[in-house]
């Protein structure tokens, strides 16, 4: 792409060049962007669910109290001529008056029965007050806690009183005798439902809840007064349950309108659709069949409770239209303590909607307590309307003809109006109203297979859909239809309980009681099932077994653990980890699934996953692993050989590259310390005698202040925040250097003495590692010093040697791992490693008395395999074993119990509460996401013209100024970011930014590593898109960050893994301060170089190792460790991903070519020994047929032919280099010598800039350049020197 600067002006060429350069970051990999990098490791905040009738409950008994006295008009209401007559549809004058009177009163029980039809019922015909007070008691009685119906016919008695009274009779039917509401409530308790049909019998409604406040009052005075009457009593009922339904308002008389029954507010709350129909015929409005008349009503084919026929039909349409509105227009709770909590009150509400609809029409307003909104004009009723109306038009032909009935098409229109619901998707709206019909076709045969999809794309909504679905009250529905063999059903029904399931885990008693997990067992148990709905079956299974012991028993039976075996090895990785995590939780504290599973050598199936490309799989296989070893029963010689094989299986683990898999890790093995605890106390006690015995030689003693000094640091110190503490990152800085001189004060008490242990003398000094920030960690009583001491003092090599370790010290073994993960670089899996040996620790602390202490000899004996059973109990209940006196330290605070978990199952289930089928934000063309990711794509192609138009004019000079500051510590490593005004300076532990365009700092923070170590290498992450930041320390430990520069975010750590396992710091000698003067090779190592690879995903480490480890970042695991087959470190890594080429630099002057694709012994492919003395940079330029450049302390840049033996082009530049960079795109390279200069060399080996002062004020000198880098793209050099300054020079101004 070299082109002339005036070609580069004509449009055409400059876009397809802005194409081009867009498509190249679109189809960049990102590093370290998916879930588990971006959200905390934890479930969701279980909500709490209110969908399940804490209460069900059934109305037993009904009375039913007809005050008629037929024949005889009571005096307080003159009707009118001609009037409603119709009792229960009976006329009562055409019959004897006592014949009327008892055929009405097995009609109302008929009427009742179609909707409650097990309830006792008792008829109380024009009765007195006591046969009332009789019945009403005995009721109560026989119905104990559940509900009583009274239903009061007063059509032939007075009106109710303003006193609170209701009208029966006398003996002999010459008086109307009042009965008062009090009494009735006293004699018929609660629960009840009143039913009123009588005129003004709002009323009674009033007196009813006036005279339910006065017995509250009564109680309260009996509750303080001790003589008072009631005082003795026994308590009565509390009438706030009471449920009351009344014809009118208290005002209003019923209608008398002789089309009606008399009983209009009975026949809609008993007969709906018989009374729906007629009122539908009389309205004037028009319909399709103008000649239906009432006779034609009559003849409607079919019984109310068959679907199929058009009165079933109706019936089924009308219970589904009530029951939406009453959804729609209700509270919810109240929605559920009327419609969902008992039948025949549910139908009752149902039919009152009908009869306000009705009785509204006719003036009078019918009254309910508890009171609900007005639902007459709710749109649901045209619905209704309509599909009586297509009902009835068909009537005539039927009748006469008999074609056949033609279904009513509510429910598909419906289910289509739920569908656009869906598609018309926006967050945040009211729920659509056709939940409750979606309900109601879940069990027909002919829309459950829509329905059933539809609901599945509706709890995909959410959390909220899912509560939202089970008030409605799917649950049964879905339960139920679980008994189905349909195939078809299988995948809907599968992915619905996976997502109820996902919000509400308690449902787990209910498939096992109803055998609902036989279902998902067969699915998972087949082949032909896709993958994914395997994997719903898997998670459903792993929470019906998730801490429910007969959810174990009965899938233990269903042979769960074989079929979750055989899919180990499935291609789908989601269902490889629930498997896994279904396997982990089926033997968790459960002895004879684990007997199971051993029979089926399950362990050793599982050991496949623990190299999973995938760090969730590698999870749930240590959590499976972790649960499998966990078990508490009696141990045996076999089983103990099983758990130590596990436990040595495990550690290898202990460098995997995701910090999620070493936390399941660390718990995995915290299970085995539990189950073997006097073995490992044992060990506890050994290792501290040993340190306790052994100074070691600190790393850095008596070198740089600030290094590991044991010195008990007064608790004055102000300390800086830990890394897992991100609150103060950036203000900590100024304590960082208050610390720095307060502790050179102290560093000439005692260097290197070892630090006497015992519990009382605590050392709280810690580093970032530790958890500082938290409460009790003063109470650590291995501090992390002390346990970084102990890990260096166990000899280094065991850690690669751990496996074919003889059996007897695997304790030993797995004590080192604990030690190693407590010096982590990730803060959350060091701070478990920590609490785990300091619980053993402390025990063994606690335990021992002075003849415990044993001889180092002892260890190398087995020691008894069984767990104390005195711990193993108490640990099982998840409470610490208490120190036996009072005073000891506070310790037993941070004791481990056998519930210690990482929330990883929780979190993964997450993914099925979530919306699987919307498409991801960052997919959606027009989300904020996709709007700034296309911003930065256009900012990075606009920085690669702009930048190259400069560099192809050719740069004659570099040494314009741009940007000088002091850095808060002595630049160690600078990294210019590819696309923004922003640069990363790092000193030994912090890195600053600073923006050079504005000049000003935007951040600093603590990088966390080890007081002795430093950072000696940085590379931005993502740089085209979301930048993240790496971070490699000379111990070997990478860590990434995340938010750093960024105003309104803290840095967050993304990830951190020890990427060189072998890198000692110990090795790097005394001489690292001392100053920079000193040839390079002989200062100790060359730290931790990197290179990363942005197109693969790819990071190459190396450094004072003798391997090049290429990790795969995608799959954070250790792909690749090609052996340098040099005996020097490594000093300088570039790769090619084009060629699959890595070239390194190394210490001995040597520049070696590596071809990855290559077997490990023969993949060095080209040794170059031209130069004398150590390398400062080798550089594999990109191109095709890109040279090598390399160049080594004495000056020396050669260029090499990768085909060819021996260098194509030598330059000679300064002698004394301590700091070199070759710009990517414009041929330069500049160098930074001791003496306190730089020179910047074009491709030809002339000098084209010499500085060596600033700009400025004094004009001062350059302090010895300790790193400079150049911009990847722009003609930008950074420097750091000794003296702080970190400046920035650039070509001149004209060209830029």
């Known amino acids: 792409m070299r082109m002339d600067a005036e070609l580069l002006h004509s449009p055409a060429v400059g876009l397809a060049e802005e194409e081009e350069a867009d498509m190249t970051d679109w189809n960049l990999p990102l590093a370290f962007m998916k879930k588990r990098h971006c959200e905390k490791i934890e479930g969701s905040k279980a909500l709490a669910q209110s969908w399940r009738m804490k209460d069900r409950m059934k109305t037993v008994s009904v009375a039913l109290v007809l005050c008629l006295n037929v024949g005889v008009d009571p005096p307080d209401v003159v009707k009118t001529s001609p009037c409603a007559r119709l009792e229960c549809w009976i006329d009562p004058l055409s019959m004897s008056p006592q014949k009327a009177l008892e055929t009405i009163g097995a009609n109302l029980q008929k009427q009742y029965e179609n909707w409650q039809p097990r309830a006792r019922y008792k008829q109380s015909l024009d009765p007195t007050v006591d046969e009332v007070k009789k019945l009403c008691t005995s009721l109560r009685r026989n119905a104990k806690e559940e509900r009583v119906l009274f239903h009061y016919n007063g059509h032939g008695v007075p009106r109710p009183t303003v006193n609170g009274e209701i009208w029966v009779f006398n003996k002999n039917y010459t008086q109307y005798i009042p009965l008062s509401i009090y009494d009735l409530q006293t004699w018929m308790g609660s629960p009840s439902i009143f039913v009123y049909d009588c005129s003004n019998a709002g009323i009674i409604v009033k007196s009813f809840k006036q005279f339910a406040l006065q017995r509250e009052q009564e109680l309260e005075v009996a509750a303080i007064n001790p003589n008072h009457p009631l005082a003795q009593m026994p308590l009565p009922p509390s009438m706030k349950n009471c449920i009351q339904l009344a014809a009118c308002e ?134 209704w309307d309509l599909a009586v109306d297509i009902c009835l038009s068909q009537l005539p032909t039927i009748i006469e003809e008999g074609t056949a009935f033609r279904h009513s098409p509510f429910f598909a229109e419906q289910l289509t109006a739920f569908q656009v619901w869906l598609t018309m998707g926006v967050e945040n709206r009211n729920p659509p109203e056709q939940l409750p019909i979606v309900l109601q076709v879940l069990l027909s045969q002919v829309h459950r297979l829509r329905a059933l999809d539809l609901l599945g794309r509706f709890l995909d909504l959410g959390p909220w859909a899912v509560s939202l679905a089970l008030s409605v009250g799917i649950f049964p529905y879905v339960l139920k239809l679980l008994q189905s063999s349909a195939r ?52 459903i299974l792993a929470v019906i077994v998730n801490s429910y012991n007969t959810g174990q028993e009965a899938c233990l039976q269903g042979n769960l653990i074989a079929i979750c075996l055989e899919q180990l090895n499935d291609p789908h990785p989601l269902l490889r980890q629930w498997v896994a995590i279904c396997l982990g939780r089926i033997w968790q504290n459960f002895d004879s699934a684990r007997w199971c599973g051993v029979r089926d050598s399950a362990h050793e199936k599982l050991y496949n996953l623990l190299s999973d490309p995938i760090p969730e799989v590698r999870c749930a296989a240590v959590f499976a692993l972790g649960t499998f070893v966990g078990n508490s029963a009696e141990r045996t010689d076999h089983s103990t050989t099983i758990d130590h094989n596990v436990a040595m299986m495990l550690a290898q683990l202990i460098n995997d590259g995701s910090p999620v898999v070493r936390k399941e890790l660390v718990v995995a093995l915290s299970h085995l310390v539990v189950q073997y605890e006097s073995n490992f106390c044992t060990v506890a006690l050994q290792f501290m005698e040993e340190e306790k015995n052994y100074a070691v030689p600190s790393p850095a003693s008596n070198t740089e202040p600030g290094s590991l000094t044991p010195v008990r640091d007064s608790p004055a110190i102000p300390r800086l925040r830990s890394v897992s503490s991100y609150g103060n990152i950036r203000a900590a800085t100024t304590v960082r250097n208050l610390n720095k001189s307060l502790q050179n004060l102290n560093l000439n008490e005692e260097v290197g003495g070892p630090i006497a242990f015992s519990p009382g003398n605590l050392s709280t000094s810690s580093s970032a590692s530790s958890t500082l920030g938290s409460p009790d960690n003063d109470e650590y009583i291995l501090s992390f010093e002390t346990i970084d001491k102990m890990r260096r003092v166990s000899s280094y090599s065991s850690l690669n040697s751990l496996i074919g370790v003889s059996f007897n010290s695997v304790y030993t073994q797995i004590w080192r791992v604990l030690l190693h993960l407590a010096a982590d670089p990730f803060p959350e899996v060091s701070d478990l490693a920590m609490k785990v040996l300091n619980s053993i620790a402390y025990k063994a602390t606690m335990n021992a008395r002075p003849q415990r202490i044993l001889d180092s000899g002892s260890l190398t004996q087995s020691a008894p395999a069984s767990p104390t059973s005195k711990g193993a109990h108490i640990h099982q209940a998840g409470v610490g074993m208490m120190a036996d006196d009072g005073d000891e330290p506070g310790g037993h605070r941070n004791f481990i119990s056998a519930a210690m978990q990482t929330g990883l199952c929780d979190w993964s289930a997450k993914y099925f509460a979530q919306p699987v089928m919307k498409i991801p934000e960052e997919h959606d063309v027009e989300s904020q996401v996709r709007k700034e990711r296309e911003w930065r794509f256009l900012r990075n192609g606009r920085v690669r013209r702009q930048s190259q138009r400069i560099t192809q004019r050719g740069i004659s000079r570099l040494d314009d100024q741009i940007f000088i500051n002091r850095n808060p510590g002595v630049p160690s490593v600078v990294k210019f970011h590819p696309f923004n005004p922003c640069i990363a300076v790092a000193d030994r532990d912090s890195i600053c930014f600073w923006d050079w365009e504005k000049g000003e700092k935007l951040d600093y923070f603590y990088n966390g590593n080890p007081r002795y170590t430093r950072i000696t290498a940085m590379e931005y992450l993502n740089g085209h898109d979301c930048s993240l930041l790496l971070t490699a320390t000379d111990d070997g430990a990478l860590r990434i960050w995340k938010n750093f520069a960024d105003l309104e975010r803290n840095p967050e750590m993304v990830t951190a893994w020890q990427g060189l396992s072998d890198m ?6 005394l001489a690292r301060r001392v100053s920079i003067y000193l040839d390079r090779s002989k200062q100790g190592g060359a730290g931790m170089v990197v290179d990363w690879e942005q197109e693969t995903g790819l990071l190459m480490t190396s450094g004072d190792v003798r391997v090049i480890r290429v990790w795969d970042t995608d799959r954070e695991m250790k792909v690749q460790d090609i052996p340098t087959g040099a005996d020097s ?23 070696r070519v590596y071809d990855r694709r290559m077997a490990p012994n023969e993949c060095r492919v080209m040794t170059y020994r031209e130069h004398g003395a150590w390398v400062v940079k080798a550089h594999l330029q990109k191109e095709t047929d890109g040279h090598i450049i390399s160049v080594s302390v004495n000056g020396d840049v050669r260029f090499f032919e990768p085909r060819m033996p021996d260098s194509v082009n030598v330059l000679q530049t300064v002698k004394g280099l301590t700091a070199l960079d070759i710009h990517p795109q414009a041929n330069l390279f500049a160098c930074g010598s001791m003496n306190q200069f730089i020179a910047v060399y074009n491709a030809s080996g002339d000098v084209i800039s010499n500085i060596k002062y600033y700009d400025g004020f004094m004009g001062q000198r350059i302090g010895a350049i300790s790193c400079l880098a150049f911009h990847p793209y722009w003609p930008h050099l950074a420097v750091g020197s000794n003296d702080y300054y970190m400046s920035i020079y650039s070509a001149e101004k004209r060209l830029r």
């Open 1064 to 1069: 000692l710091p110990t090795t790097r000698g």
């Open 250 to 383: 208290a005002s209003e008389l019923l209608p008398m309108n002789p089309d009606l029954p008399a009983d209009l507010f009975t026949s809609c709350l008993t007969t709906p659709i018989k009374i729906a129909l007629r009122w539908f015929c009389m309205q004037k409005s028009a319909k399709l069949v103008p000649g239906v008349t009432l006779d034609l009503i009559e003849k409607i084919p079919g019984r109310l409770n068959d679907r199929r026929t058009p009165l079933g039909e109706l019936n089924w349409i009308f219970t589904a239209i009530t029951d939406t509105i009453a959804w729609n227009v209700l509270p919810r709770d109240l929605f559920q303590k009327l419609f969902r909590q008992d039948l025949l009150v549910a139908s009752l509400f149902r039919n009152f909607l009908l009869a306000e609809r009705i009785m509204r029409s006719y003036n009078c307003t019918p009254v309910s307590s508890p009171r609900l909104p007005p639902t007459y004009m709710h749109a649901m009723w045209q619905a």
């Open 488 to 539: 078809e059903l299988r995948p809907l029904l599968v992915f619905i309980w996976a997502k109820i399931l996902a919000v509400d885990s308690s449902c787990q008693a209910d498939l096992v009681k109803d055998n609902g997990h036989k279902y998902f067992l067969s699915v998972l148990a087949d082949p032909y099932m896709p993958a994914e709905h395997r994997t719903m079956a898997a998670f």
């Open 1129 to 1151: 470190c490594v000093t300088s890594l570039s790769c090619d991903s084009q060629r699959s080429l890595i070239v390194a630099g190394l210490g001995d002057g040597s520049v």
